[in-house]
């Protein structure tokens, strides 16, 4: 089903990020490892998410709803998973199905991974080699692909590795099967990644060590440790407050505050791009969340200029580019983003996806191996096309809040995959006010 965005004169409001998309896989995953109950508010009820807590059900926690956003966990602990007797099915969820790989790996159990179409056609070498090296074994496609059979071993054995790609979700896998390895498993990343599983396994009472060096940063963990239950308050989603700070940053008048939204230096990326390129970005400290520092964001229509994204910021922003996409479009001048060849295997080739969704309406842009140059409309994107989504969240959002600044609207092919990741988008955009309908133009 089509839905376009109508451009409108003004945004205004605020809104209160949703929970965290990946600090919710993490809190239930390591609620169903740990001994005891653990409770988790704030959880996002995105598909994915609750994906992932069916997972670990059939994998032998027990996971309840409790209220909104209130989750209660009773861990396996100890005693380990259970041998699932059903697929694990994780739906468009690269990072449940990548992290549970590394929890499945340390266990006697066998467990066929299956997702939808476009996760199953997203590389799990990436993960399967380490974890083959530590001494699982697999059946898949020779593309290393969904669907795909793990057979996991309780005497796994510890490894040193360098992914050669920068990757929270393979340092995570790896981690969490150093859990349950013999001796002590390192990663060392050239380019550190978001940090949530490290500190969350610290919260649950496991040791995790971690040294920065540079923009490197290597993390490692001693096998046998247990995990004790937790109270766990997931913050607020930056890559969700992102669509809503562009929103405002495009407009014409208005300003959004988004409130509790977690600053990590792992994850703000976008905004301070967008700082480059003149976006006012406020921030005011609210306290803390799960060992992470909270703040309310206020973002005001602005004039943006086109710039060149420093490399050294890709990691930190490699979920926002496509909506990074929409900011170059509407500035003035030329914006190139470079050494973001991961956007090739994200949940769609977000390289061609952006650079289809901008062309389609009437902005010119330059597809690179690694990247994208993007000439901007100086405020005047022209609009009136129709954006192929190819099923992923971020191409969809990312083009109707484009829909919304430009000179005709904007449509998309299929809404019905944000709820992956921002069940509450087109409610929180409605009352921002835009003008977002179910059809085509
Ligand atoms: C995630 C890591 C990132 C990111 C994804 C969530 C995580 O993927 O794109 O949306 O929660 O660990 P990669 O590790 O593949 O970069």
Known sequence: MAWTSHPVAKIAGTIRAPGDKSCSHRALILGGLANGISEISG??????????????????????????????????????????????????????????MGVVAGHDIKARFVGDESLSGRPMGR???????????????????????LEGRSDLSSIEYTPPHASAQVKSCILLAGLRAN?????????????????????????VRSKRNGAGN????????????????????????????ATAMISKSGGVLVEGVMSNETRDGFFRAAALM?????????????????????????????????????????????????????AKGITVVKGASELRVKESDRISAVVNMLRVNGVEVEETEDGFIVTGCNGAIPGGGMVETHHDHRIAMS?????TASQQPVSIDDASMIATSYPDFMDHMASLGADIREGGQ
């Open 183 to 207: 001796g002590e498993t390192i990663v060392h990343e050239s380019r550190m990644t978001r940090d949530h599983s490290e500190k969350m396994l610290r919260g649950f009472g496991v040791e």
């Open 43 to 100: 959880l996002l009820e995105g598909e994915d998410v609750l994906n992932t807590g069916h997972v670990m059900a059939a994998l032998g926690a027990k996971v309840e709803r409790l209220g909104d956003g209130l989750w209660q966990v009773e861990g396996v602990g100890d005693a380990g998973l259970k041998q699932p007797s059903i697929d694990l099915e994780f739906g468009n969820s690269g990072t449940g199905s990548r992290l549970i």
């Open 278 to 330: 003149g976006a006012h970005v406020g921030a005011e400290d609210v306290g803390d969340a799960c060992g992470e520092r909270l703040i309310d964001m206020s973002f005001e229509s602005a004039e943006l200029i086109g710039k060149q994204i420093p490399i050294e910021l890709v990691p930190s922003m490699i979920d926002e580019f496509p909506i990074l996409a929409v900011l170059a479009a509407q």
């Open 127 to 149: 993960v399967l080699d380490p974890l083959s090296e530590m001494g699982i074994k697999y059946t898949a496609d020779d593309g290393k692909t969904m669907p795909l059979t």
């Open 218 to 245: 290597t993390v490692s963990i001693e096998g046998g440790q247990s995990l004790t239950a937790q109270e766990t308050r997931v913050p607020g989603d930056p890559s969700s407050a992102a669509f809503l700070a």
């Open 399 to 403: 083009a109707l809040v484009m829909g």
